[in-house]
């Protein structure tokens, strides 16, 4: 563990999620807690995406920005909303340059698979029409999140594809969650990691699916062809019990063709970087920004 990092673990909270409502409280709590990014470079503005039923988004803009990920925010698919990913959406248009647009998708238990995909996918689809009103070029649109919220994008990603939506660019995938049935060797070795634990995957799992089987559209590691997709940004936590998934999905996609950058975060675990104090914390809020800078700019 990264001797920065391993200072704060015992400070660090438990959500087991087995008390959705608590422990959105809690979280909540948390994210009020960070330190404030400085936003005088970004305008920023709450909208509403008229949809089935309608979804709030917080649009960030950078000066001059042409290119914009719509950007999922982590919690397990239970917790979380547009004010505790603030934080992390004014860092990544700042790091970026980039317009983000960051979709306060519905929440499990009480609104379990398709609701959050169908809200962002609901938000790409209302992005690319709208692209002239806001600014934005529609050929440089990408789609990205932590967490859940990866996991999430992934499986807009694969929507994209399928129906023949709108053209993705980029795909920015941090610690996402990706496979429902945790059998991979860091899923059934890290039981008791930092914030992510195996028993609190399971629970999320169980909120998000319910008794629905797990399609690819849920759980992105299931689906059999990931030819097509765009190209992808993915980085991992080395003590996540995601990290496997997450590996193996990037070599999946490299060997269907699929052009992927994936960095391996050494002594971190998953939601670390919330820790900025951290030198390595530092590091990678910067490489999301640049990874996406880059996949933008031209």
């Not at 391996?264 to 996406?292: K, R």
Request: proline share 8%; hydrophobic share 40%; net charge negative.
């Amino acid at each position: 563990m990264d001797p920065e990092l391993e200072a704060f673990i015992p400070l660090f909270p438990r959500a087991d999620l087995t008390d959705p409502v608590t422990d959105r409280k809690n979280f909540a709590a948390l994210a009020t807690a960070m330190p404030l990014p400085d936003t005088t470079g970004l305008e920023i503005e709450n909208r509403t995406v008229p949809a089935g039923p309608d979804v709030a988004v917080r649009i960030y803009r950078p000066h001059q920005a042409r290119g914009v990920i719509v950007w999922m925010h982590g919690g397990g698919y239970v917790m979380g909303d547009l004010d505790t990913e603030h934080p992390w959406a004014a860092r990544l248009a700042e790091g970026s340059g980039a317009v983000v647009i960051s979709v306060g998708y519905r929440l499990a238990p009480e609104h379990r698979f398709p609701a959050a995909l169908d809200d962002a996918y609901a938000v790409l689809t209302w992005t690319a029409e709208h692209a002239a009103e806001l600014g934005i070029d529609p050929e440089r649109i990408a789609v990205g999140g932590h967490s859940a919220g990866g996991g999430i994008a992934a499986a807009v990603a694969l929507r994209a594809r399928d129906e023949q939506g709108p053209p993705i660019s980029f795909q920015l995938l941090n610690q996402p969650q990706l496979d429902d049935r945790q059998e991979t060797w860091s899923a059934r070795n890290f039981t008791d990691t930092p914030w992510m634990t195996r028993d609190k995957l399971t629970a999320s799992w169980g909120h998000y699916l319910g008794a629905t089987p797990a399609t690819p559209y849920a759980a992105p590691a299931r689906a059999a062809d990931l030819s097509g997709l765009p190209p992808a940004y993915i980085s991992t936590a080395e003590f996540c019990p995601n990290r496997d998934e997450d590996i193996t999905y990037a070599l999946r996609l490299l060997q269907a063709g699929v052009s992927v950058e994936l960095h391996q975060w050494p002594g971190t675990f998953h939601g670390s970087q919330a820790i900025l104090s951290a030198e390595v914390s530092q590091h990678q809020i910067a490489e999301l920004g640049a990874a996406l800078h880059c996949a933008l700019a031209g």
